[in-house]
Nanobody
Framework: QVQLVESGGGLVQAGGSLRLSCAAS????????MGWFRQAPGKEREFVGA????????QYTDSVKGRFTISRDNAKNTVYLQLNSLKPEDTAVYYC????????????????????WGQGTQVTVSS
């Protein structure tokens, strides 16, 4: 079992920045691909980005490329999502998710391919 806890969300003006963190329990964090997703009110949960277990592969959805950056620190069991140049349309609950390397090799993993999810953290961008 892996427990994921997101933090770092908040209210920020357009153009501002936030850094989200996702802390994972357990001693096998480096065996998990980590993903970030978001869900705006009335919309489906959507992929934001993912990082491979080693950090060597990164993938982002087009709408955040050049603005958001994912990184991970396996020694701290933590994955980060740096959000820059925020826009009102980035307003959503942001979730991190973990997929064991034993669960499949699809890259990036589909939403249904993740094994564990955090509870989410709210990001609100005002115009």
């Amino acid at each position: 079992q892996v427990q994921l806890v997101e933090s770092g969300g908040g209210l920020v003006q357009a153009g501002g920045s936030l850094r989200l963190s996702c802390a994972a329990s357990g001693r096998t964090f480096n065996r998990y691909t980590m993903g970030w997703f978001r869900q705006a009110p009335g919309k489906e949960r959507e992929f934001v980005g993912a990082v491979s277990w080693s950090g060597g592969m990164l993938q982002y959805t087009d709408s955040v490329k050049g603005r958001f950056t994912i990184s991970r620190d396996n020694a701290k069991n933590t994955v980060y999502l740096q959000l820059n140049s925020l826009k009102p349309e980035d307003t959503a609950v942001y979730y991190c998710a973990a997929r064991s390397i034993l669960s499949g090799s699809a890259w990036p993993p589909p939403l249904s391919g993740y094994d564990y999810w955090g509870q989410g953290t709210q990001v609100t961008v005002s115009s």
